[in-house]
């Protein structure tokens, strides 16, 4: 008698194809390096990437984005391998994802705010990050309905002779925007009570960390607070601030770790993220943490600081922290580890920035950190309450 094969109950991971663009805006080596990253979106996502194509175009095809003939090279290859979805690495409007998918059928087209956005709603495990996460997902639908309806067929017809399509979008657009106002309704509720919260915080001051997503900010705030917070090595392990009371020789401070920036990041989603960033805009001291160890992480350091100016945080105090100093080597960079260090040293306090390299996970490195933050701390809070200065 012969024996049943084992049921194999895994579930197929999804595959997909990237496409980027580079054009007079965004250079190759640029474009790579964002590919790159895309290739980690897909990865946290939980899909597979096969094959990364770049077209060079001085601007993107109006139609296709890509143009008629990168798009049926890209086509060929999707169909002889059966992959399941096209990720494209810049934002996509609704007639060019109705384009692409009327040439290339049954195959889902995915922009990276979407995959962003899609990443975002796997992770949120508060109603706060999921009333968050819907709002912008509805919002960076909504402009797209219209083009990317195409399971109804439009009537032509004169004045007031609309088809059942145009009124079925209509319908739609409208459930939508009800729905995008009532969650803004529930944000503003939800954004009451956090604004609540933070204030019946009490006279301790604020530190928060801050940083390009995935760069150890998760595994610092165990470290600092002694308790376990979750951390991943996937893009976006944090969305809902943690906030842990942590105290350093005899002085409390309120420590927060706030989500990641990225890239790229969708606009919906910085506005619907608004009150974990007050997180960030109420906090006294901030720890911007780096990860050295990245080859792009001068790059990532910009977006953030671009970010905070964005949000009104680029005059704080601020720490410059490099982690994963322990990751560094040698073949991976120009320089030495002990020549980078060095440079960005100089480059950095001449600025009058705190400035420190360390690894999250070394007890020694933490222990100066400790240090550092215990005396940044006296001092904002002999500024700020010179009547508790029996503390110290």
């Given at each position: 008698m012969s024996k049943r094969k084992p049921i194999d109950t895994s579930v197929k991971r999804e595959t997909c194809v990237l496409i980027g663009l580079a054009t007079q805006y965004q250079k190759r080596e640029q474009l790579e390096e964002y590919l790159e990253e895309l290739a980690f979106l897909v990865t946290t996502a939980d899909a597979e990437t096969k094959k990364t194509f770049i077209q060079s175009l001085t601007k993107p095809d109006v139609k296709t984005f890509v143009g008629s003939g990168k798009l049926q090279e890209i086509k060929e290859y999707v169909v002889a391998e059966e992959i399941d979805m096209i990720v494209f690495d810049d934002e996509l409007s609704g007639s060019q994802i109705k384009n692409i998918e009327k040439e290339i059928p049954e195959v889902k087209i995915i922009d990276r705010p979407n995959l962003i956005l899609d990443i975002f709603a796997q992770r949120a495990r508060t109603a706060h990050a999921k009333t968050q996460v819907e709002?912008?997902?509805?919002?960076y639908l909504l402009p797209r309905l219209t083009n990317m309806w195409t399971h109804l067929q439009k009537q032509k017809g004169g004045i007031g002779m609309k088809g059942p399509g145009e009124k079925e979008i209509e319908t739609d657009r409208r459930i939508i925007r009800d729905r995008i106002s009532l969650l803004k309704k529930d944000l503003a509720s939800i954004d009451k009570q956090m604004a609540t919260q933070r204030s019946n915080r009490g006279a301790l001051i604020r530190v928060a960390l801050v940083g390009y997503t995935n760069t150890g900010k998760s595994t610092l705030m165990t470290a600092l607070s002694k308790k376990d917070v979750f951390a991943e090595n996937k893009l976006f392990a944090t969305l809902d601030t943690t906030v842990r009371k942590v105290v350093v020789g005899n002085l409390p401070f309120l420590l927060s770790d706030t989500v990641g920036f990225i890239r790229k990041l969708p606009t919906q989603l910085i506005e619907s993220f608004k009150s974990t960033l007050d997180e960030t805009r109420e906090s006294d001291y901030l720890i911007h943490v780096i990860d050295v160890s990245h080859p792009q992480f001068e790059d990532q350091l910009d977006v953030v600081e671009r970010t905070l100016g964005e949000i009104g945080c680029d005059d704080k105090p601020t720490l410059l922290l490099f982690n994963k100093i322990d990751q560094l080597k040698d073949e991976d960079f120009e320089r030495t580890p002990a020549e980078i260090v060095s440079g960005l040293k100089e480059r950095?306090?001449?600025d009058g920035n705190d400035v420190i390299f360390m690894s999250a996970l070394d007890k020694g490195d933490v222990s100066i950190l400790r240090d550092l933050l215990y005396e940044r701390?006296?001092?904002?809070?002999?500024?700020?309450?010179?009547?508790?200065?029996?503390?110290?």
């Open positions: 709002l912008a997902q509805y919002q950095f306090e001449k701390v006296k001092e904002l809070h002999v500024k700020r309450y010179p009547y508790n200065q029996f503390l110290y």
